[in-house]
């Protein structure tokens, strides 16, 4: 459904009963709400919740930005490399209000918050300035922005780089698929034809560039989170991969000694993607910690 929050139109998902632990689920970089595998937000229903996805401002169903150009990305990770401000045509902190936004349409005073990846960063902006809005949060494959942590390799940072070889779908998911294998989860190999179903009809109901590429600027410009953890005081759940490439475990470890009495989840095998062979360790982990609120 289509909802009007923080000024703009956004796309969200709503299951599982009314009256079910409501809990928001942010995506990351580029993705849409459908990121969120149907089979993953089905066990978190059985599990008492009410699971509301959303699609990110300029990406999916979402309003688009278009009007705001589309960012020179060379240009932008030069001035970060050299220590200057980077402006972005919208930031996380905007991002989290549209959060905010769809928590306020639905009628919730509060919610368990998942974030992965980018999504991660966007809640922790979320749980630093709205702490009553939170009642657990958990941070899946994130990081704090510090230039102290690990980066990305060299082969990584090409995939990121790489664009599909035409416009089309089939060029799209085949342009995902060969990021997947580099980003993805070494002990948890994919389905080829079901990953490229999946991939395919993501693509086909919405596939917008140049939305990413304002969110990659915004990620830039967003810096150093690090003084914003200290002041998370949700019950903290923090998974990681240790075999993910793209955010070093480093950065999930950083988080865990940051965040006041958060909890470590680090998979082993894991990369940066939500392997189907884990959703049941994701989803009773989400559980787990989201038992650890208790109402004031």
Known sequence: MQISANGITLEVDDQGPPSGEPLLMIMGLGMPLVAWPDALVQMLVSRGFRVIRFDNRDIGLSQHF????????????????????????????????????VLDVLGLASAHVVGASMGGMIAQHLAATRPERLRSLALLMTTSGSRRLPQPGLRVRRALLSRPAGG?????????????????????????????????????????????????????????????????????????????????????????????????????????????????????????????????
């Open 66 to 101: 278009d009007a705001l150009g589309k960012p020179n990305l060379a240009w932008a990770g030069m001035r970060y490399t050299m220590h200057l401000k980077v402006r972005a045509p919208y930031g996380l902190a905007d991002m989290a209000a549209d959060a905010l936004g």
């Open 168 to 296: 089309d779908a089939a060029a799209v998911v085949a342009h995902l698929q060969r990021l997947l294998r580099v980003i993805g989860s070494p002990a948890y190999p994919p389905d080829p034809a079901l990953q490229q179903q999946a991939l395919r009809a993501m693509v086909t109901r919405s596939w917008h560039p140049a939305g990413t590429a304002r969110q990659i600027v915004a990620v830039i410009a967003d810096g150093d989170r690090t003084p914003l953890l200290g002041r998370i005081s949700a019950p903290t759940r923090v998974i990681h991969g240790l075999a993910d490439p793209l955010v070093p475990a480093a950065a999930g470890r950083d988080l865990v000694a940051r965040i006041p009495g958060a909890a470590a989840d680090f998979v082993p095998g894991m990369g940066h993607d939500l392997p189907p062979a884990l959703f049941g360790h994701f989803a009773d982990g989400i559980a787990e910690n989201a038992a650890r609120w208790a109402p004031g």
